[in-house]
């Protein structure tokens, strides 16, 4: 069954980013990809990814638009015109823009992502909205020692979450939850 993975950072006051986009605050920390919570055996799960338009126009500012490493197909989910389209070593990304509704996307993506795992890789927005529609099954947050007052929410909506671990990676706390399904009330 395809499951949908929310794996990101967050300050430590619940924001993935800085009003203006800036992830400063987790840049200037290091985590060690290859350890415990950390990137490397996350990714070898993952299958198909989305993300938001920002989130995409960072990765393009930060590593450069020639520079795209993802393997797999990533919706990105925009309303702007002529983004450009990433390219990994061996040409273009597999990157497809669209504006649809997160239901349709997400079978669009378990079926390119066959047995392997979705990656919401950024947006608490959007990752929201797949946790609107039952979509979002996990939290992976790796936790920075560092608060910044304000910015993009981690999650700007009311989830409940089981906790299923939490461990440590250098300085970060990396806390894992499990979605819970929506409480409907009794009619």
Partial sequence: MTRMVFFTASTLDGFIATEDHSLDWLLSRHIDHD?????????????AAAMGASTYQWV??????????????????????????????DGPGDIRFTQDDVRTVYAEMAEAAGDRELWM??????????????LLDELIVSLAPVTIGAGKPLLPRHLELELTDLTRNGEFAI????????????R
Avoid: N
Wanted: aromatic share 12%; charged share 15%; proline share 10%.
């Fill in 35 to 47: 350890g415990p919570g950390g990137g490397s055996a996350f990714m070898s799960r993952i299958g």
């Fill in 60 to 89: 393009l500012d930060h590593a450069g638009v020639d520079k795209w490493e993802y393997t797999f197909p990533c919706w990105v989910f925009t309303h702007r015109d002529g983004m450009p389209v990433a390219q990994g070593p």
């Fill in 121 to 134: 890789i950024g947006g608490g927005d959007l990752a929201g909205q797949f946790a609107d529609h039952g």
């Fill in 175 to 186: 806390v894992a939850y499990r979605v819970k399904p929506p409480v409907t009330p009794d």
